[in-house]
Protein backbone atom coordinates (compact mmCIF):
# COMPACT_ATOMS: atom_id res chain seq x y z
CA UNK A 1 0.00 0.00 0.00
CA UNK A 2 1.33 3.77 -0.70
CA UNK A 3 1.67 5.61 1.67
CA UNK A 4 -1.27 8.24 2.14
CA UNK A 5 -1.09 11.88 1.08
CA UNK A 6 -1.09 14.84 3.72
CA UNK A 7 -4.08 15.98 3.50
CA UNK A 8 -3.61 20.31 1.57
CA UNK A 9 -4.91 22.79 4.23
CA UNK A 10 -3.95 25.78 2.17
CA UNK A 11 -6.07 28.34 1.78
CA UNK A 12 -7.88 29.10 -1.38
CA UNK A 13 -6.28 32.55 -2.88
CA UNK A 14 -8.41 35.59 -2.51
CA UNK A 15 -10.10 37.19 -6.22
CA UNK A 16 -7.60 40.66 -7.34
CA UNK A 17 -10.07 42.64 -10.29
CA UNK A 18 -8.04 44.63 -12.44
CA UNK A 19 -10.22 47.14 -13.64
CA UNK A 20 -9.83 48.20 -17.47
CA UNK A 21 -11.50 50.06 -19.98
CA UNK A 22 -11.20 48.85 -23.77
CA UNK A 23 -7.93 50.50 -25.30
CA UNK A 24 -9.61 52.49 -28.16
CA UNK A 25 -8.68 56.07 -29.46
CA UNK A 26 -10.48 58.46 -27.21
CA UNK A 27 -12.13 56.54 -25.19
CA UNK A 28 -9.20 55.87 -22.13
CA UNK A 29 -6.90 58.68 -20.02
CA UNK A 30 -9.18 61.45 -21.12
CA UNK A 31 -7.86 63.80 -18.96
CA UNK A 32 -4.09 62.69 -20.01
CA UNK A 33 -5.41 63.02 -23.85
CA UNK A 34 -6.56 66.65 -22.91
CA UNK A 35 -2.69 67.49 -22.36
CA UNK A 36 -0.69 64.98 -24.73
CA UNK A 37 -3.18 64.23 -27.32
CA UNK A 38 -5.39 61.09 -28.04
CA UNK A 39 -2.73 59.03 -29.34
CA UNK A 40 -0.10 59.34 -26.88
CA UNK A 41 -2.99 58.69 -24.39
CA UNK A 42 -4.06 55.82 -26.09
CA UNK A 43 -0.80 54.98 -26.20
CA UNK A 44 0.74 55.39 -22.76
CA UNK A 45 -2.85 53.23 -21.40
CA UNK A 46 -1.94 50.19 -23.46
CA UNK A 47 1.66 50.12 -21.60
CA UNK A 48 0.20 50.93 -17.77
CA UNK A 49 -2.53 48.10 -18.64
CA UNK A 50 0.53 46.13 -20.05
CA UNK A 51 2.85 46.30 -16.72
CA UNK A 52 -0.16 46.08 -14.81
CA UNK A 53 -1.13 42.59 -16.12
CA UNK A 54 2.82 41.50 -15.92
CA UNK A 55 3.23 42.51 -12.25
CA UNK A 56 -0.14 41.18 -11.32
CA UNK A 57 -0.16 37.97 -13.04
CA UNK A 58 -1.27 34.70 -11.84
CA UNK A 59 1.92 32.94 -9.55
CA UNK A 60 2.40 36.71 -8.45
CA UNK A 61 1.31 36.63 -4.94
CA UNK A 62 -1.30 35.54 -2.64
CA UNK A 63 -4.12 36.28 -4.93
CA UNK A 64 -5.80 35.02 -8.20
CA UNK A 65 -5.91 37.84 -10.83
CA UNK A 66 -8.88 38.56 -13.07
CA UNK A 67 -9.72 41.37 -15.65
CA UNK A 68 -13.19 43.43 -15.23
CA UNK A 69 -13.63 44.89 -18.60
CA UNK A 70 -15.37 48.52 -19.21
CA UNK A 71 -16.34 49.15 -23.10
CA UNK A 72 -17.18 47.29 -26.27
CA UNK A 73 -14.30 44.47 -26.37
CA UNK A 74 -15.27 44.17 -30.27
CA UNK A 75 -13.71 47.06 -30.78
CA UNK A 76 -10.35 45.75 -29.38
CA UNK A 77 -11.16 42.40 -29.81
CA UNK A 78 -7.31 41.35 -30.59
CA UNK A 79 -5.99 42.75 -27.10
CA UNK A 80 -9.09 41.05 -25.23
CA UNK A 81 -8.27 38.17 -26.95
CA UNK A 82 -4.69 38.57 -25.88
CA UNK A 83 -6.01 39.34 -22.11
CA UNK A 84 -8.52 36.16 -22.00
CA UNK A 85 -5.18 33.75 -22.75
CA UNK A 86 -3.66 35.12 -19.80
CA UNK A 87 -6.58 36.25 -16.98
CA UNK A 88 -9.93 35.07 -16.40
CA UNK A 89 -11.71 38.23 -18.34
CA UNK A 90 -15.11 40.18 -16.80
CA UNK A 91 -17.74 42.78 -18.16
CA UNK A 92 -18.01 45.39 -16.01
CA UNK A 93 -21.85 45.89 -15.47
CA UNK A 94 -23.25 49.54 -16.44
CA UNK A 95 -22.91 52.40 -14.16
CA UNK A 96 -20.86 54.80 -12.60
CA UNK A 97 -17.47 53.58 -11.16
CA UNK A 98 -19.31 52.90 -7.80
CA UNK A 99 -21.95 50.46 -8.66
CA UNK A 100 -19.26 48.45 -11.17
CA UNK A 101 -16.92 48.00 -8.44
CA UNK A 102 -19.94 47.25 -5.52
CA UNK A 103 -20.62 44.55 -8.44
CA UNK A 104 -17.24 42.97 -8.61
CA UNK A 105 -17.26 42.50 -4.73
CA UNK A 106 -21.03 41.48 -4.56
CA UNK A 107 -19.95 38.57 -7.53
CA UNK A 108 -16.95 37.29 -5.01
CA UNK A 109 -14.07 39.70 -5.57
CA UNK A 110 -11.63 40.72 -2.19
CA UNK A 111 -9.33 43.34 -3.75
CA UNK A 112 -9.67 45.44 -6.62
CA UNK A 113 -7.19 47.53 -8.34
CA UNK A 114 -6.84 50.25 -11.02
CA UNK A 115 -4.34 50.21 -14.95
CA UNK A 116 -2.83 53.38 -13.86
CA UNK A 117 -0.99 53.45 -11.53
CA UNK A 118 2.71 52.53 -11.77
CA UNK A 119 4.45 51.87 -8.18
CA UNK A 120 1.64 48.75 -7.99
CA UNK A 121 3.22 45.16 -7.42
CA UNK A 122 1.96 42.38 -6.28
CA UNK A 123 3.24 42.97 -2.49
CA UNK A 124 1.31 46.10 -2.33
CA UNK A 125 -2.00 43.79 -3.01
CA UNK A 126 -0.78 40.84 -0.65
CA UNK A 127 -0.15 43.87 2.02
CA UNK A 128 -3.85 45.10 1.36
CA UNK A 129 -5.25 40.93 1.41
CA UNK A 130 -2.70 40.60 4.89
CA UNK A 131 -4.48 43.62 6.69
CA UNK A 132 -7.53 42.14 6.11
CA UNK A 133 -7.28 40.04 9.01
CA UNK A 134 -7.11 42.78 11.20
CA UNK A 135 -9.91 45.43 8.91
CA UNK A 136 -13.32 45.69 7.10
CA UNK A 137 -12.01 47.73 4.44
CA UNK A 138 -8.43 48.21 2.99
CA UNK A 139 -7.71 51.48 0.66
CA UNK A 140 -4.87 51.88 -0.71
CA UNK A 141 -4.76 56.18 -0.98
CA UNK A 142 -3.28 58.07 -4.26
CA UNK A 143 -1.81 61.66 -4.05
CA UNK A 144 -4.44 63.30 -5.55
CA UNK A 145 -7.32 62.46 -3.02
CA UNK A 146 -8.34 59.34 -4.44
CA UNK A 147 -7.61 55.39 -3.96
CA UNK A 148 -5.96 52.95 -6.08
CA UNK A 149 -6.91 49.85 -4.39
CA UNK A 150 -9.91 48.73 -1.90
CA UNK A 151 -10.22 45.29 -0.23
CA UNK A 152 -12.70 44.12 1.62
CA UNK A 153 -13.88 40.46 3.62
CA UNK A 154 -17.14 40.99 2.55
CA UNK A 155 -19.04 43.93 -0.15
CA UNK A 156 -20.18 46.64 1.42
CA UNK A 157 -21.71 48.24 -1.11
CA UNK A 158 -22.04 51.48 0.95
CA UNK A 159 -19.07 52.96 0.56
CA UNK A 160 -19.36 53.55 -3.00
CA UNK A 161 -22.57 55.30 -2.51
CA UNK A 162 -22.59 59.02 -2.93
CA UNK A 163 -18.92 59.35 -3.60
CA UNK A 164 -17.80 62.40 -5.97
CA UNK A 165 -15.97 60.17 -8.43
CA UNK A 166 -12.95 61.08 -10.16
CA UNK A 167 -12.38 64.49 -7.56
CA UNK A 168 -10.19 64.95 -4.61
CA UNK A 169 -12.51 64.37 -2.12
CA UNK A 170 -12.79 60.40 -3.19
CA UNK A 171 -10.60 59.15 -0.63
CA UNK A 172 -11.82 60.93 2.53
CA UNK A 173 -15.50 60.47 1.11
CA UNK A 174 -14.80 57.00 1.28
CA UNK A 175 -13.62 57.03 4.63
CA UNK A 176 -17.18 59.00 5.92
CA UNK A 177 -19.18 56.57 4.12
CA UNK A 178 -17.05 53.99 6.09
CA UNK A 179 -16.69 55.00 9.30
CA UNK A 180 -18.86 52.43 10.95
CA UNK A 181 -15.94 50.02 9.35
CA UNK A 182 -12.56 49.36 10.57
CA UNK A 183 -10.42 50.81 7.89
CA UNK A 184 -6.41 50.31 7.32
CA UNK A 185 -4.87 52.92 4.99
CA UNK A 186 -1.70 51.58 2.75
CA UNK A 187 1.30 53.35 1.67
CA UNK A 188 0.20 56.28 -0.90
CA UNK A 189 0.78 55.54 -4.83
CA UNK A 190 0.24 57.85 -7.28
CA UNK A 191 -1.77 57.52 -10.80
CA UNK A 192 -1.19 58.58 -14.23
CA UNK A 193 -3.67 61.45 -15.02
CA UNK A 194 -1.89 64.10 -16.72
CA UNK A 195 1.24 65.06 -18.59
CA UNK A 196 3.05 65.66 -15.27
CA UNK A 197 2.52 62.25 -14.24
CA UNK A 198 3.37 60.85 -17.24
CA UNK A 199 6.67 62.25 -17.25
CA UNK A 200 7.30 61.41 -13.96
CA UNK A 201 6.28 57.44 -14.75
CA UNK A 202 8.85 58.09 -17.98
CA UNK A 203 11.63 59.14 -15.61
CA UNK A 204 11.28 56.43 -13.53
CA UNK A 205 10.91 53.97 -16.27
CA UNK A 206 14.17 55.07 -18.05
CA UNK A 207 12.74 56.19 -21.21
Known sequence: MGAEQAPNYRKPMKRLAIFARVPVLGQVKTRLAATVGEPAALAAYRDLVALTLTRLRPGMGAFAPEIWVAGDSAEAADEVAGWKRRFPVFAQPSGDLGTRMAAAFEAGVAVLV??????????????????????????GPTEDGGYC?????EPHPEVFAGIPWSTNEVLAATRCAAAHL?????????????AAGLARWREMDGR
Not at 149 to 153: H, K, P, V
Open 149 to 153: LIAMN
Open 182 to 194: RVTLLERLWDVDD
Open 114 to 139: GCDIPPVSALYVDRALAALDDADLVL
